[in-house]
């Protein structure tokens, strides 16, 4: 009787063992199952925080519009950003007191383009559409001009290196972009480039004779410069300017106030004076001043990504948005 006794002994205990592994497999298994409810839960807490943003955003784009009848640009998405709702970082933002990464492209309401009113030339080194494929064949001699006036640039000595994937190569000897004759009283002009060398004087975007202005390098500055009767003076510069870096870079006239701005900042002017614009019969040209004889070593060693020129000085806030745009387009830190 007592071996029977212990034997059911054992067997009820073995049968305890494996009842007590079920139900520690059921209980680990509901644990995991309400982890995974609660990992879920959380997901969709925060997908809701973010698509309520991103409404919040979309209502205060739609009241921009309203307000001012027209679609708002990247600027002013930026701005709505930054002001309520968290910090911009490339092409996303982070909502404020998270760590929840929102693409700007999952918002609607804005578009993102450069300014169109008053633009009289768009040359730019990835989306061109002239001679050659969108990256340039190495033959190409026309740099199209994209803003649809037909103001083409004729590249002048330039070799079948020159081309690459989005700029356009320099060699500070001779090369220059013949452009088109410009008189406007009133003026932006706009380019994105950067220096390989540092000589006295490099020109980006300049007229070649007539008065007027130029946006360029003058010993490790970025300048916007007057030519008042041949003699240049220099309006306002970037100090901590350094070669092999890109640079957006515009500089504008209204008929009575010169602005530059340099990667989105703007500078502070240190000489003030009425600029002569050009006269009638006055070319435009990138990189270069063939004609200036008297400076002859003007001839840009760098690269040019894009240029843009306008009949009208653009507003801050457009300036802002043709910079972020470039900033992400052409990878300006």
Same mark, same amino acid.
């Given at each position: 009787?007592?071996?029977?006794?212990?034997?059911? !002994?054992?067997?009820?205990?073995?049968?305890?063992?494996?009842?007590?592994?079920?139900?520690?497999?059921?209980?680990?298994?509901?644990?995991?199952?309400?982890?995974?409810?609660?990992?879920?839960?959380?997901?969709?807490?925060?997908?809701?925080?973010?698509?309520? /943003?991103?409404?919040?955003?979309?209502?205060?784009?739609?009241?921009?519009?309203?307000?001012?009848?027209? !679609?708002?640009?990247?600027?002013?998405?930026?701005? /709505? /950003?930054?002001?309520?709702?968290?910090?911009?970082?490339?092409?996303?933002? /982070?909502? @404020?007191?998270?760590?929840?990464?929102?693409?700007?492209?999952?918002?609607?309401?804005?578009? &993102?383009?450069?300014?169109?009113?008053?633009?009289?030339?768009?040359?730019?080194?990835? &989306?061109? !559409?002239? +001679?050659?494929?969108?990256?340039?064949?190495? !033959?190409?001699?026309?740099?199209?001009?994209?803003?649809?006036?037909?103001?083409?640039?004729?590249?002048? @000595?330039?070799?079948?290196?020159?081309?690459?994937?989005?700029?356009?190569?320099?060699?500070?000897?001779?090369?220059?972009?013949?452009?088109?004759?410009?008189?406007?009283?009133?003026?932006?002009?706009?380019?994105?480039?950067?220096?390989?060398?540092?000589?006295?004087?490099?020109?980006?975007?300049?007229?070649?004779?007539?008065?007027?202005?130029?946006?360029?390098?003058?010993?490790?500055?970025?300048?916007?410069?007057?030519?008042?009767?041949?003699?240049?003076?220099?309006?306002?510069?970037?100090? @901590?300017?350094?070669?092999?870096?890109?640079?957006?870079?515009?500089?504008?006239?209204?008929?009575?106030?010169?602005?530059?701005?340099?990667?989105?900042?703007?500078?502070?002017?240190?000489?003030?004076?009425? *600029?002569?614009?050009?006269?009638?019969?006055?070319?435009?040209?990138?990189?270069?001043?063939?004609?200036?004889?008297?400076?002859?070593? &003007?001839?840009?060693?760098?690269?040019?990504?894009?240029?843009?020129?306008?009949?009208?000085?653009?507003?801050?806030?457009?300036?802002?948005? @043709?910079?972020? *745009?470039?900033?992400?387009?052409?990878?300006? +830190?």
């Amino acid at each position: 009787m007592i071996k029977q006794e212990k034997g059911i !002994t054992i067997i009820a205990l073995i049968v305890t063992i494996i009842v007590l592994l079920i139900l520690s497999a059921i209980t680990l298994g509901s644990i995991k199952d309400h982890n995974g409810i609660i990992v879920q839960t959380k997901e969709r807490g925060s997908q809701a925080q973010m698509q309520s /943003i991103i409404e919040k955003i979309e209502a205060d784009l739609y009241e921009e519009k309203v307000k001012t009848g027209k !679609t708002p640009n990247k600027s002013k998405l930026i701005e /709505i /950003i930054t002001k309520n709702y968290g910090t911009v970082q490339g092409e996303s933002f /982070i909502i @404020n007191d998270s760590d929840y990464t929102v693409p700007l492209s999952e918002i609607a309401g804005w578009e &993102n383009k450069y300014v169109e009113s008053g633009l009289m030339l768009h040359l730019d080194a990835i &989306n061109n !559409t002239g +001679e050659g494929d969108e990256k340039h064949s190495s !033959t190409a001699t026309t740099w199209k001009d994209l803003s649809g006036n037909g103001n083409d640039g004729i590249l002048q @000595n330039f070799d079948t290196n020159s081309w690459n994937a989005n700029y356009l190569d320099f060699d500070g000897v001779n090369d220059w972009v013949k452009l088109y004759e410009m008189n406007y009283p009133n003026v932006t002009m706009e380019v994105v480039g950067e220096l390989d060398t540092i000589n006295p004087e490099m020109n980006f975007v300049a007229n070649v004779e007539g008065g007027g202005y130029a946006i360029q390098s003058q010993s490790s500055k970025i300048c916007l410069s007057t030519c008042i009767n041949n003699a240049y003076s220099v309006l306002s510069h970037n100090e @901590n300017y350094k070669i092999n870096k890109k640079y957006c870079l515009s500089g504008s006239y209204d008929g009575k106030i010169q602005k530059l701005y340099t990667n989105g900042n703007k500078q502070e002017l240190l000489q003030e004076g009425e *600029i002569k614009y050009p006269g009638s019969n006055t070319i435009m040209v990138l990189g270069g001043n063939p004609i200036r004889n008297e400076c002859p070593g &003007n001839y840009l060693d760098g690269k040019i990504y894009s240029v843009r020129i306008y009949d009208r000085a653009l507003s801050e806030e457009e300036v802002m948005n @043709n910079y972020e *745009i470039d900033k992400a387009r052409f990878g300006v +830190e």
